[in-house]
C-alpha cells in the first residue's frame, strides 16, 4: 500500500514544533521517495534486451562465511588434495562393503549394451566441536543417464505418512513404551536388482581389462533403488511374521500372545 503525504498536515507539524519535526519529514520523503522508486533489477545487453541482475539478498548483510569445508567433486580431485590418505582408506573402506554384499559380478559387455557411469562422493562427519570425525567415501550411480524400459522400470517406492509417526508416539506415551531405533547401514546394498545393468570399473580400482560390473545389487543413484530396498524390507518381514498395515505401506505390526 502506497504513503500518501498531506503537505498541509506537514507544514502544520512544521511550525508547531520547529527543526526535529522538519528532520523526520524529510526522512519520510526520502523513504517514500525511494519506495516510489522502481527496483534496477534489470539492465540493457548488448543485444538491446533486458539482462536480469544479480544481487545479494539484504537479509545476509549481516552475516559472513567464516569457515567453509570444501570436499573434492572427482577422484583425481581427491588424490591430489591434502587429505588424500584420508580420502584413499575411506574409498577402500566402501569398496570392501561393496565386495561383502557381492554388489557386483566382472564381465564382458554383451554386444548392444550400455554402460552407466559412475562418480566419487565425498564427505566428512564432524564432531561437536568443528572438527574431522570421519571421512566418508560412496559410490554413486550416475541415474539421471538411464533410459526408462532398459535400465529401470518401476520405481515407485512408499513413505511413511507423518500421521502414523505421530500416531504411534502418541499410543507409545499414553502406555509408558520404550521405542527404539536402528539405521540400516549402506541400506540400498541390500536390495536385489531385476534390470540388466552395467557400470564401468571404479576410477582408481581398475583390474587392468576392458571387463565392466554387472550390478547385482541396487548401487546409490540408481533410479529403481529405493523400490528394490523396500521389496527386500518387506520380504524380511513376512519371513518374521510381521504384516504389513492396510492403512499405511511403511507401518509393519506384529501381534504377540501378550500384545493389546
Known amino acids: 500500500m502506497r504513503q500518501v503525504i498531506d503537505h498541509s498536515c506537514m507544514e502544520e507539524l ?28 534489470e539492465v540493457k545487453a548488448e543485444n538491446g534486451l533486458p539482462k536480469r541482475q544479480s544481487r545479494k539478498p539484504k537479509h545476509l548483510s549481516d ?28 574409498m577402500e573402506e566402501e569398496m570392501n562393503s561393496l565386495h561383502e ?29 568443528g572438527t574431522v570425525a570421519k571421512y566418508k567415501a560412496r559410490l554413486v550411480v550416475k541415474g539421471y543417464v538411464q533410459r526408462p524400459g532398459i535400465d529401470y522400470g518401476e520405481t515407485f517406492n512408499p513413505v511413511v505418512r507423518f500421521d502414523t509417526v505421530r500416531t504411534i508416539l ?25 534390470e540388466e545393468v552395467y557400470v564401468k570399473q571404479l576410477e582408481g580400482f581398475e ?8 550390478l547385482n545389487r541396487s548401487l546409490y543413484g540408481l533410479k529403481q533403488s529405493p523400490r528394490c530396498w ?8 513376512e519371513k518374521k511374521r510381521i504384516k504389513r498395515s492396510a492403512a499405511d505401506p511403511c507401518l509393519f505390526i506384529r501381534k504377540g500372545q501378550k500384545s493389546k
Open 230 to 237: 523396500n521389496k527386500k524390507l518387506v520380504d524380511f518381514f
Open 14 to 41: 512544521k511550525s508547531d514544533n520547529g527543526s526535529d519535526v522538519e528532520l523526520e519529514l524529510e526522512e519520510v520523503r526520502s523513504n517514500f521517495e525511494l519506495e516510489r522508486k522502481p527496483a534496477q533489477s
Open 170 to 194: 502418541s499410543i507409545g506415551a499414553v502406555e509408558k513404551l520404550k521405542f527404539r531405533q536402528f539405521d540400516v547401514k549402506t541400506a540400498f546394498l541390500y536390495g536385489t536388482l531385476e
Open 101 to 129: 554384499n557381492s554388489v557386483w559380478t566382472l564381465v564382458d559387455l554383451p554386444p548392444g549394451k550400455k554402460v552407466v557411469d559412475t562418480r566419487w562422493v565425498f564427505c566428512v562427519e564432524t564432531k561437536a566441536d
Open 207 to 214: 583390474d587392468g581389462t576392458n571387463r565392466v560390473c554387472r
Open 63 to 90: 552475516y559472513a562465511l567464516l569457515t567453509e569445508v570444501s570436499y573434492p567433486t572427482s577422484f583425481l580431485a581427491a588424490m591430489q588434495s591434502e587429505d588424500a590418505v584420508h580420502w584413499r582408506r575411506a
